[in-house]
């Protein structure tokens, strides 16, 4: 069975700091990944997408991508209060129609 | 573009009663899906679709039909409901074609009690 372990939390980091959110998936055959971040009460809101390995950056947000290790990881940089929210890792393998999702992990940045 | 709108936003139904939660994207996006959030427990698929006339189960169907008759909506269908099924519902699509087109989009929820 397909799974992507994510450390639940919470994970609280002062304002200004970088969050370090990880995700390990176990099917070596998964070709997407994805962050989705999700407010309490609202609907899951994809973030980034990262296909290849290494870095992908998108304004404050960088993914990280580690096939061989199994390993993806999202780095908020000059975090802000209205970063803290649940953020979920999903993985899709190859050919494949649905996605896997993590448990999530729930951020507090402190003001 | 709405995106992807579900209705109900909240439903609370009797054990045993039966209803249906609508799905429409106006995105044109051939794969549609549902899943259910329960606290702590992350997204479990239920139900998906890639294309109109075309559904499988996932990972959690037990309770649950669909039918996909048009591109745009997808509706779940619950019957006799059970207190198992109190949770969070959401309905997601996506694009086919290329790696680049896997990403999907969520709609609001529909949250779900039954007592």
């Known amino acids: 069975q397909k799974e992507v372990e994510q450390n639940s939390g919470p994970l609280s980091v002062p304002e200004g700091a970088i969050a370090s959110l990880n995700c390990t998936y176990s099917d070596r055959g998964s070709q997407s990944f994805f962050w989705y971040r999700q407010y309490s009460g609202k609907s899951p809101e994809l973030i980034m997408s990262i296909y290849s390995n290494g870095d992908k950056e998108d304004g404050r947000f960088t993914a990280q991508l580690n096939k061989a290790s199994q390993y993806v990881s999202l780095l908020i940089r000059d975090s802000q209060p209205s970063d803290s929210a649940t953020y979920l890792c999903a993985v899709s393998g190859a050919g494949s129609y649905q996605l896997t999702f993590g448990k999530g992990t729930k951020l507090s940045v402190i003001p | 573009n709405a995106g992807v709108t579900q209705t109900p936003k909240f439903r609370i139904l009797k054990i045993g009663q039966s209803m249906t939660l609508q799905c429409t994207q106006d995105?044109?996006?051939?794969?549609m899906y549902w899943y259910r959030q329960d606290p702590g427990m992350g997204l479990k698929l239920i139900y998906y679709s890639v294309g109109a006339g075309i559904t499988d189960k996932g990972e959690v169907p037990n309770g649950y039909n669909v039918s996909r008759s048009t591109t745009e909506d997808f509706p779940l269908r619950l019957e006799l409901a059970a207190p198992s099924q109190t949770s969070v519902y959401f309905c997601?699509?996506?694009?086919?074609?290329?790696?680049?087109?896997?990403?999907?989009?969520f709609g609001p929820g529909t949250r779900l009690t039954v007592t």
């Open positions: 995105m044109n996006h051939n794969y």
């Open positions: 997601a699509s996506r694009a086919r074609g290329g790696q680049l087109s896997d990403e999907q989009y």
